[in-house]
């Protein structure tokens, strides 16, 4: 019975990393996974291990199934309401989920990097301007006179 | 992700559910044989078991039915159906395809 371990082994990864999904979308994936293997099998006869394989990866890796699971179920089942300066902004945050959709958006270090060397600038800036101010009123005194002479 | 991956995936957000919805408009259908036809779209290169979940949502909002049915060979097929507000959604969508594709069209230099 190696065939079917396969198949059950896929849905049990599957089902493993739909935790954090409601009990009702979590059946409901898994029976409609179970029947497309299922049907297939019908009509296409597939028995060997290696058609069943083939099967499996034309469904894609459970972490890609899952990860599409929580992206369509909304924002509801997404158990992270508040902003969390984490290094990881994906909204798939099932705990037995693995990182893969990470990876879009600025990593929180590059914001920091822009934020800090904006804040030098200004500083930089208002030193820059401070000393031109300070510069400037020892200055006035001849450059005026020249300009009223001339 | 590829930088690759990343566009085809921003791109097909938005817009495969109503290619989901366009394929039981005229017929009924049932989930594997959406789901077969869409791993036969090359350029949408969907992992299929991916289609499921979006089958599902459709179904919650309410613009698809489905229905199990004894098939000929094999497990009982789910069948999935248009309903009136899914065939609305899907005609307001194609108004705002076309004039979204012709901006973007023009912006991009990609007029024919």
Known sequence: ?150 | MTDAAQLSTSLRRGTLEFCVLAMVEREDSYGTEIVRRFGAERSLATSEGTVYPLLSRLRRVGWLDSKWSESPAGPPRRYYTLTDSGRAALQHFRTEWVSFRQTVDRLVGTEA
Not at chain 1, 25 to 54: F, N, V
Not at chain 1, 95 to 107: D, F, H
């Open chain 1, 1 to 150: 019975m190696n065939r079917t371990d396969v198949v059950g082994e896929y849905l049990r990864e599957v089902e493993l990393r739909l935790s954090g999904l409601p009990l009702l979308q979590r059946r409901e994936l898994l029976a409609d996974l179970e029947t497309h293997i299922a049907t297939l099998r019908a009509e296409q006869g597939a028995q060997s291990e290696g058609e069943l394989i083939e099967i499996l990866e034309r469904l894609g890796s459970p972490e890609v199934v899952a990860a599409a699971a929580y992206e369509e179920a909304g924002p509801r089942s997404a158990p992270m309401p508040g902003p969390m300066p984490g290094p990881m902004p994906a909204p798939v945050p099932p705990p037995t989920a693995p990182a893969q959709s990470a990876g879009s958006g600025l990593p929180w270090w590059l914001i920091g990097l822009v934020a800090a060397a904006v804040l030098l600038f200004l500083v930089g800036c208002v030193g820059l301007m401070f000393f031109a101010q300070t510069s400037g009123t020892d200055a006035p005194p001849p450059a005026p006179a020249i300009t009223r002479v001339g």
